[in-house]
């Protein structure tokens, strides 16, 4: 009987060993007084696994719960660090390619040969000469003039705010009919430049009408711009226009007060009563008006096309949104075969910088697309150039409403200084003779 109790307590005295050690769970407790006098010597001893103590919480191998949090955890921390990562790469893309398209390229260029000593060409100049004449500011102050003087004739110049394309024409000459024939290939048809009766132009002596300009801005897109636009009115309409305008507010009055005026500004600027301002005015058959557009950088007719197809799409989004239906007049297939035709004519082709385009409505709502390309050598003016023409005149009234009306215009500076040339146009009795455009 001894001896197998003497094993057992062989077997025992391990464990009862161990049992009598200080257990490590227990916290070493001091003397009260020391206790808040020397609150720093203070040691609390912990089991290394349990939450709070020093060190870090150590996850049982065999706790699926905890592994698939940590899991989750480590696996968001990675996709965030991807997007931020991808976020930066697309920004700097961005920030790089504006930075490229906003690069003047002409003007990198004529710096580079005036700091190595090469004669500039004649383009450096652009702010003394409009199409191949050059200008003169007569006077200053309000009495202040600008024209361009060249083969004996004079055109008065208005200021854009660019010095890529510094000037416009305040008035210009349009042929009086859209058909083909009224422009022909052998003439010396320019616009801007050539007037009835002028020697130079003896191939449309009386074919042509004067158009002035109703005011003018800049467009650009974020903070690159991409070219100057004006829009002009048949000279000889300029008393339809303004008393259709004076009507709006004051269908007794042939002038408007400042007060009227101001009611005025605030329909031609509102997103939907412009819509209906415009809409009367450029109802069929009505007055002839033309958009001037000269690029500031070198394009091609693919964007301008673009551009303009995507105002379209705007100008239709709003007129559905203004009918219950959803249905409106542009949802036919024939307005989408209009559509086709206007993009059949900015096929291919550059634009070069100071170019013009010209955007032709006339009273019946047929829209003629005109180019003149820059000057030749000797500054010798270029042929105008019909580039087609679209009969539907929903195109070309959606394409007015783009820099004239709606919630979201294509030039926010163009349709301001349409509606200041307005206000001036309305400030004079209805009749009165030309008027001055700011």
Known sequence: MAAPRRAAMRLLSPRIQYLSRPSTLTT?????????????????????????GGESNIHNPLDSRAIRIEHEETKQYHLRR?????????????????????????????????????????????????????????????????????????????????????????????????????ISPSSTDVVGTAQPGWSANPLNVGGQ???????????????????????????????????????????????????EKDDLREKLLHPEHSREVWGELLQVPGIKTAFRISPTRGTDFGHLRDGFVSGINQRTAEARSLTSSGETEFDSADFGASIQSLKAIFTGG??????????????????????????????????????????????????????????????????????????EFVGRPVGSGETMVH
């Open 28 to 52: 070493q407790i001091r003397h009260a007084s020391s206790r808040y006098s020397q609150p720093t010597q203070r040691t609390v001893t912990t089991f290394p696994g349990l939450a709070g």
């Open 350 to 423: 550059k634009a070069q910088r100071g170019s013009v385009l010209i955007l032709h409505r006339d009273e019946e709502g047929t829209m003629d697309v005109l180019y003149q390309p820059l000057p030749g050598e000797q500054g010798k003016d270029q042929e105008m150039e019909r580039l087609g023409s679209v009969a539907d005149e929903r195109v070309s009234r959606l394409l007015w409403f783009g820099y004239l009306a709606g919630k979201n215009v294509s030039s926010k500076a163009t349709r301001d200084g349409v509606v200041d040339g307005v206000m």
């Open 82 to 182: 991807m997007r931020f990562a991808g976020m930066g790469l697309l920004l700097t893309m961005g920030a790089m390619a504006m930075v490229l398209f906003s690069l003047d390229l002409d003007s990198i260029e004529q710096a580079e040969k005036k700091r190595r000593g090469v004669q500039l060409d004649a383009s450096n100049d652009s702010n003394m000469t409009f199409q191949g004449k050059e200008v003169q500011v007569i006077g200053t102050g309000d009495s202040k003039r600008i024209v361009a003087t060249g083969r004996g004739e004079q055109i008065e110049l208005v200021e854009t705010g660019t010095s890529s394309v510094p000037h416009f024409p305040r008035t210009i000459y349009l042929p009086s009919s859209s058909s083909a024939s009224s």
């Open 209 to 259: 009408e004067e158009y002035t300009l109703v005011g003018l801005g800049i467009r650009t897109v974020f903070w690159v711009q991409v070219y100057v636009v004006g829009m002009y009115v048949r000279s000889s309409d300029i008393t339809t226009l303004q008393s259709k305008l004076v009507k709006q507010v004051n269908p007794a009055a042939s002038a408007l007060i400042p007060s």
